[in-house]
């Protein structure tokens, strides 16, 4: 199995400032046959199913604020929310979706300072 | 706008057979991929398998030996059966669809989840 490490398990992050939060999986998620690395972001509220935020490292989901951004390739992967709202406050999962089992990252729970 | 709703016992016992349902609104089965993943309380997201709108499945080999996934097309759901359930096995379960047609791996949208305790 492909094993995703998400750093910090927490962060607290004052409004209008810059969350990064940080996944590593144990073997490439690039694909050289479509320049793809099989990686997404999810957001998870207390008491709602996760939300999907981006696919393929890098692609935003229509909808979702462009506040949110991901970036990295191969085995590092960072999502960036620029300025953290209030509603932003979730746990963030990591996902591969490269090899069976899909398999996610423990998650990070953002907080406001 | 695809809604998906879980339904089944929140409760089961100790070696006994968990079954959940998946009833798809808004939108039909074909040609996308659904899968089962849960959560257990206060943890984070394992994924249980999927089904394609063909029928072909695809199970964690974690759980592949207890694990049936099925599809009624007809009736636009899908189906969670999970053998010999333990303590272990307690969990949110969420039901799901592939975020693109005719691809798996990542999931858009979700069910609410459902809670299914295992105890005697």
């Known amino acids: 199995d492909i094993e995703m490490t998400q750093s910090p398990d927490s962060l607290a992050v004052s409004l209008g400032e810059r969350a990064t939060i940080n996944c590593r999986s144990s073997?490439?998620?690039?694909?050289?046959?479509?320049?793809?690395?099989?990686f997404a972001w999810y957001q998870q509220k207390p008491g709602q199913p996760p939300k999907l935020l981006i696919s393929?490292?890098?692609t935003r989901e229509s909808g979702v604020p462009d506040r949110f951004s991901g970036s990295g390739s191969g085995t590092d992967f960072t999502l960036t929310i620029s300025s953290l709202q209030a509603e932003d406050v979730a746990v963030y999962y990591c996902?591969?979706?490269?090899?069976?089992?899909?398999?996610f990252g423990r998650g990070t729970k953002v907080e406001i300072k | 706008q695809v809604q998906l709703e879980e339904s089944g016992p929140g409760l089961v016992k100790p070696s006994e057979t968990l079954s959940l349902t998946c009833t798809v609104s808004?939108?039909?089965?074909?040609?996308?991929?659904w899968s089962w993943i849960r959560q257990p309380p206060g943890r984070g997201l394992e994924w249980i398998g999927f089904?394609?709108?063909?029928?072909?499945?695809t199970y964690n080999p974690s759980l592949q030996n207890r694990v049936t996934i099925s599809v009624d097309t007809s009736k636009n759901r899908f189906s969670l059966n999970l053998r010999s359930v333990t303590a272990a096995d307690t969990a949110i379960y969420y039901c799901?669809?592939?975020?693109?047609?005719?691809?798996?791996?990542?999931?858009?949208?979700w069910g609410q989840g459902t809670l299914v305790t295992v105890s005697s």
């Open positions: 799901a669809r592939g975020a693109q047609p005719k691809i798996s791996g990542w999931f858009d949208p």
């Open positions: 808004g939108g039909s089965i074909s040609p996308y991929y």
């Open positions: 089904i394609s709108y063909s029928g072909s499945v």
């Open positions: 073997q490439s998620l690039f694909y050289n046959s479509n320049n793809k690395d099989y």
């Open positions: 393929w490292a890098s």
């Open positions: 996902q591969q979706y490269y090899s069976n089992p899909w398999t």
